[in-house]
């Protein structure tokens, strides 16, 4: 939700040169005279598509209507938008690029969160980062609806964008995949994702309901009052305690989750407990590992370097088809909604797959039609039916292999840097979205030229996903060794050729965490 607020707070409705001859009148009869499309086009040109130019008008001072200036006022159409940033500080025509910038700035503070609250959380913990991050989302998210000039609403974005999206996302995300086993990483992975569209449609509901764009950032911030209660309900992550050697911390929280699920089996706490630790040995170095650690070994920096473009590439795509949402045709809420909406499809159908047909066949899949559906509806006439219709379904593929992304980069890295890499695939997610909005303004050359860049660049990501190993069915890796060995060998194509090599023989399977007994009792 924080992260697509722009979409309604600083909405851009049509608009067009404000007609002193005209719209002064209008104003003057309290809006109940309202110039015609044949008055205005004695003032406004028309532009290809036979409407008027939002940004041009007759000379006044010229003799004929052979020059046109850029206008210095706007008359902006209030059918759906009554205010907006946009609308406030007319970000529109040689200014859009100001507009533009607000979501750049947004997504840059999302790429330094992720880069250094994902470090900070595999350090200090994913409980400490998940709710200060979530109290600073609070504070901000409130206080950027009354910034009252553009430079400190820049400062409040970049910091809302650090807390409001990488600090609790990413480390929630994280902290979800390592609660649960094997057999609940689809579910609630997905439904991690699921949350994320749900977002989206609240966007949208609040944007239809609140006309007042300062009322309805304060209501978007006050959602962060959802995740304060966490530090008081959410236990740390039993991994990442065992990681650092705070091994009674996680026997604990095992042991509290095992009877809370009340299926009659106790944990043995002192199997693990005994001073005598030769069933663990830990790494060396391991509680010190960091994000270089994922570019020190070749098989670690070959998956490192794979999984960030296919973030960048899920990102720049999605984000690029969601920020287009106001520029289809129909009411812009709706359309909105709809987009949130029809992501949950992929995600029901991911759910079932995801654990039959594996997490590489289908991140690739995904991500080469969603491709393939953006060069498409880049060639169809702008708001037609079928254009519509080509990104939404656009939207629905990558969503779905977002979603899974998410879930796979989890399983690929090692615990001791999963908080890591999954903080540099959101950077470069970030670094994806910060540019989406700069590569929109091209269509001011070529209304094709953007979705042409979102769909080739998911093209390539989705080819290049098939080198990476496939994670299903397998032991999330704990150490820096056992991420190196982890699937090495092991691609879509040596799979085909019955060569698949996963080298999970080149390390002792991972230590089972808690030793379960039934309960006699």
């Known amino acids: 939700m924080h992260m697509l607020s722009l979409v309604t707070v600083a909405a851009v409705p049509e608009h067009r040169c404000y007609v002193d001859a005209l719209d002064a009148a209008a104003a003057t009869g309290n809006g109940t005279t309202l110039p015609s499309f044949s008055q205005l086009t004695s003032y406004i040109p028309l532009n290809a598509d036979g409407e008027l130019e939002s940004c041009l008008m007759y000379d006044p001072l010229a003799t004929g209507n052979d020059t046109t200036i850029s206008c210095s006022s706007y008359v902006y159409n209030n059918t759906y938008y009554q205010s907006s940033r946009t609308i406030e500080w007319n970000l529109v025509c040689d200014k859009r690029w100001m507009g533009a910038l607000g979501q750049t700035i947004y997504m840059l503070g999302v790429f330094t969160g992720a880069v250094w609250l994902g470090g900070l959380a595999d350090k200090i913990g994913r409980k400490k980062v998940f709710c200060w991050s979530a109290l600073m989302q609070l504070i901000l998210g409130v206080a950027v609806a009354f910034t009252p000039e553009y430079i400190s609403f820049l400062v409040l974005r970049y910091l809302y964008g650090i807390f409001g999206s990488a600090g609790s996302y990413i480390t929630g995300f994280v902290l979800t995949m390592e609660l649960v086993g094997p057999s609940k990483r689809t579910p609630c992975g997905i439904s991690f994702q699921g949350a994320f569209a749900g977002g989206i449609m609240l966007v949208a509901a609040w944007g239809a309901l609140i006309p007042d764009r300062m009322i309805l950032q304060v209501v978007y911030g006050l959602h962060g009052l959802l995740l304060v209660a966490h530090w008081w309900i959410m236990d740390e992550s039993p991994r990442w305690l065992w990681m650092q050697g705070r091994k009674r911390e996680a026997v604990d929280i095992v042991d509290r989750a095992v009877r809370m699920n009340g299926r009659g089996m106790n944990v043995d706490k002192e199997y693990y407990l005994v001073e005598d630790k030769t069933t663990y040995t830990e790494e060396s ?170 769909g080739v660049i998911s093209l390539v990501s989705g080819t290049w996903v098939l ?37 999970t023989e080149d390390f002792p399977p991972p230590q089972q965490m808690v030793p379960l007994r039934k309960n006699s009792r």
């Open 285 to 454: 170095g391991a509680t010190s590992a960091g994000l270089g650690d994922l570019f020190k070994t070749p098989n670690l920096r070959k998956m490192t370097l794979n999984v960030c473009l296919c973030w960048f590439a899920n990102s720049i795509t999605y984000y690029g088809l969601s920020l287009s949402a106001g520029k289809l045709s129909g009411n812009p809420f709706l359309i909105l909604f709809l987009m949130g909406l029809v992501e949950f499809p992929s995600y029901i159908s991911i759910s079932y797959l995801l654990d039959k047909l594996g997490r590489r066949s289908i991140t690739s899949s995904l991500m080469i039609v969603g491709g393939i559906c953006c060069i498409v509806a880049a060639y169809l006439q702008r708001g037609s039916t079928e254009s519509t219709s080509i990104v939404m379904f656009g939207k629905l593929f990558i969503a779905g292999s977002f979603a899974v992304i998410y879930n796979y980069s989890a399983e690929l890295f090692p615990t001791v840097v999963r908080n890591s890499a999954m903080g540099l695939g959101s950077m470069c997610a970030r670094l994806a979205g910060a540019l989406t909005p700069m590569i929109t303004l091209l269509d001011s050359f070529d209304p094709k030229i953007p979705a042409v860049i979102f």
């Open 467 to 503: 080198f990476l190993p496939e994670t299903m069915g397998k032991p999330m890796p704990q150490s820096l060794m056992d991420g190196e060995n982890f699937g090495r060998g092991d691609t879509a194509f040596s799979s085909c050729m019955g060569r698949n090599k996963t080298h």
